[in-house]
């Protein structure tokens, strides 16, 4: 059985910085994809950064603060959010597929509950 199960979510200031973790079992994820994603209310789910064999790839609206990695090793996958606006405020999710990159959640099969980041003004 597939699991993704993301850490490291919470409140910072603006300007601030934070670290998400996704931890995956149950696949040999390096043949896959893994992607972050996030879905403030009200709004669709973004693509956030997405990290493969091939490369990494990020939504436009993180390029050059936010930095995807990954220990294949580990079947782990960190999201380092550095320059924390306001508008970053949202529910963050991991998830795996097998296309790189896939920009659009229906690429991706399997997800993790997500973890909320608030950021304040």
């Known amino acids: 059985q597939v699991q993704l199960q993301e850490s490291g979510g919470g409140l910072v200031q603006a300007g601030g910085s934070l670290r998400l973790s996704c931890a995956a079992s149950?696949?040999?994820?390096?043949?896959?994809?893994m992607g972050w994603f996030r879905q403030a209310p009200g709004k669709e789910r973004e693509l956030v950064a997405t990290?493969?064999?091939?490369?990494?790839y990020y939504g436009d609206s993180v390029k050059g603060r936010l930095t995807i990695s990954r220990d294949y090793a580990k079947n782990t996958v960190d999201l380092q959010m550095n320059s924390l606006k306001p508008e970053d405020t949202a529910v963050y999710y991991c998830?795996?597929?097998?296309?790189?990159?896939?920009?659009?959640?229906?690429?991706?099969?399997?997800w993790g509950q997500g973890t909320q980041v608030t950021v304040s003004s």
């Open positions: 998830a795996t597929g097998f296309r790189f990159p896939a920009v659009v959640a229906a690429s991706y099969d399997y």
């Open positions: 149950g696949r040999t994820f390096s043949w896959y994809s």
């Open positions: 990290i493969s064999s091939a490369g990494t």
